[in-house]
């Protein structure tokens, strides 16, 4: 813990100082948070922020996997990524693995980024059959039970019924709808929103404490409460903490 506050101490005084000129008008500072979630499993959280001229701008990355890896990635971090927080407003960036569920065989990897006041979802899996499934964001980050029920529902805080996105009729919050898995068994997804925020107080929108299912089937978009995608097949929650 000391070794790593230490570095970025150091690395933010570099970075404060690489301009004489901007020396008082532009300031740096990274903060790094190091936690220990279990024997294996580290999750660091760096903050970085800039003032600029009065202005404040933050960026946060979140890495989480063994320790070894976790102190490279956070090594990693160069001035570049610095004056990229420049450019943003907020950014806040998190990866989660999928877990397999109801005896698949899937996994996966889901990465969150919130920029500019909009969160994108972007998912790989693999180990899926061929075809359309769905994808939703259900209302627990609990993925413990062996067919993903213990993360509940479809998150669905405005109390709407289910359906595609932006219907004018209603639709969940969590309702994402669905993708195409190649003959291969991988498929993506791509999703971006500002009804979502990573770790904001507002209720309707944080996805914190939530969970992204994946399910054997197609959503119909009008079966209530779920549109009847069948089996959960992978379960990641969303956590930062």
Wanted: glycine share 10%.
């Amino acid at each position: 813990m000391k070794k790593i506050s230490v570095l970025f101490a150091a690395l933010a005084f570099a970075l404060g100082c690489d301009n004489p000129k901007n020396a008082t008008k532009e300031e740096k500072k990274i903060e790094v948070k190091m936690e220990k979630l279990s024997d294996t499993l580290v999750q660091a959280t760096v903050t970085v922020n800039t003032t600029k001229e009065g202005k404040k701008i933050s960026k946060e990355f979140i890495y989480k996997g063994d320790e070894e890896t976790v102190r490279a990635k956070i090594d990693a971090l160069t001035a570049e990524d610095v004056a990229a927080a420049m450019d943003i407003k907020i950014e806040k960036q998190l990866q989660i693995s999928l877990n397999a569920k109801s005896g698949s065989g899937t996994s996966g990897m889901v990465t969150l980024t919130e920029k500019e006041g909009k969160v994108t979802l972007e998912a790989h899996i693999n180990g899926l059959s061929e075809g359309t499934h769905a994808i939703h964001i259900h209302e627990k980050a609990d993925c413990s039970a062996e067919n993903g029920t213990s993360a509940g529902g479809h998150w669905n805080p405005t109390f709407e019924n289910h359906g595609a996105w932006g219907a004018a009729s209603g639709f969940h919050r969590g309702d994402i709808g669905n993708f195409q898995a190649n003959t291969e068994g991988h498929g993506m997804v791509n999703f971006s929103t500002d009804l979502w925020c990573i770790g904001c107080e507002d209720p309707k929108k944080n996805i914190v404490g939530k969970a992204i299912i994946v399910h054997q089937g197609e959503d119909d978009l009008t079966s209530q409460p779920s549109g009847a995608a069948g089996a959960r097949v992978s379960c990641a929650g969303i956590i930062t903490e």
